[in-house]
């Protein structure tokens, strides 16, 4: 029986110094070319380093230096992402979850001045997404468009969790947590208001997602020492086509006196709205393509 054991033992060791062996011998340039082809194929965005290699640790991990993302044949979905570049990106492969079927990659770096982490689960093919996660830790973002004409700076954390069939928004559920701090726009308009620069500080937001449905459990912006501070709850219903998603919102907002100084040409419009609080108040119906404020005291 001891020698038995033993014999086991030296099979293990050897079973695992060829798989060594494969592991670091393995063509990474190539893997590495159709690799960038295939995420491009099905992203529409361009993948680039300048080096490859292999880590043991985490098991069966990758190290990439210079890392770059770059809007390929798709736009990129936020104006002023990208390009989105990794000075070293850590990626790991599960080979046991590949051998029943599934892809389990994580990646994790530093970029944009904070650290960065993905997780996705993917049939064989690469085809069919399962599960997304994305965690994101002081990002220091600079003039990203969220409008045709505003943009925003500040430092982003958050959390976003998915899983389902990611083709079918319908079956989704996830949850989404995103924490802005030091907030601030440029000009910009939001349904026909125009707003000047606002100083807004922090942001926080508490959604969830199901059943094609996109819940804002809690949204709070701003506090009464900068330009704006605002609440809004409710929920989107996803359509595929996403400008006719209907829309079921209360949103309520209060600008600072030099703000309001500002408006001062628009507040008599505003007036119907106004609470006892200062607060103008509003139900959002419509769809994202054309809402639909109505007061709401």
Excluded at 156 to 169: A, E, I, K, R, Y
Excluded at 171 to 199: C, E, W, Y
Excluded at 239 to 266: G, H, M, N, Q, T
Excluded at 269 to 291: C, D, K, M, N, V
Aim: hydrophobic fraction near 45%; include cysteine.
């Amino acid at each position: 029986m001891k020698n038995a054991a033993q014999w086991i033992g030296y099979a293990l060791f050897a079973l695992f110094l060829f798989a060594l062996f494969l592991f670091y011998q393995f063509p990474y340039e190539q893997f590495q070319d159709r690799l960038f082809a295939l995420l491009e194929r099905r992203t529409g965005y361009s993948f680039s380093t300048t080096s490859l290699k292999p880590d043991l640790f985490p098991p069966l991990g990758f190290v990439a230096s210079d890392f770059n993302i770059q809007e390929g044949t798709r736009p990129a979905p936020v104006k002023g992402l990208f390009p989105l570049a990794f000075p070293i990106l850590t990626a790991r492969f599960s080979l046991l979850s590949y051998l029943f079927g599934k892809a389990n990659v994580s990646m994790a770096g530093e970029t944009l001045g904070g650290n960065l982490s993905l997780h996705a689960s993917l049939d064989r093919t690469l085809s069919e997404l399962s599960q997304f996660q994305c965690k994101a830790e002081n990002l220091k973002l600079e003039d990203l468009a969220f409008s045709a004409e505003g943009t925003l700076s500040g430092v982003l954390s958050g959390n976003l969790q998915l899983s389902g069939d990611l083709n079918d928004m319908r079956s989704v559920i996830g949850h989404l947590d995103v924490a802005f701090q030091r907030l601030r726009t440029t000009k910009f308009a939001l349904m026909n208001f125009p707003f000047p620069q606002l100083n807004i500080g922090d942001l926080s937001l508490n959604a969830d997602l199901s059943q094609g449905k996109f819940v804002i459990k809690k949204l709070n912006i701003g506090d009464p020492e900068k330009d704006l501070v605002a609440e809004a709850s409710g929920s989107i219903k996803i359509e595929k086509d996403v400008p006719s998603s209907p829309l079921d919102l209360r949103v309520k907002f209060k600008f600072s006196d030099a703000l309001a100084k500002e408006f001062d040409i628009f507040m008599p419009l505003l007036a119907p709205s106004q609470t006892p609080e200062g607060y103008f108040a509003y139900h959002i119906t419509g769809t994202l393509g054309r809402p639909l404020p109505t007061p709401e005291r």
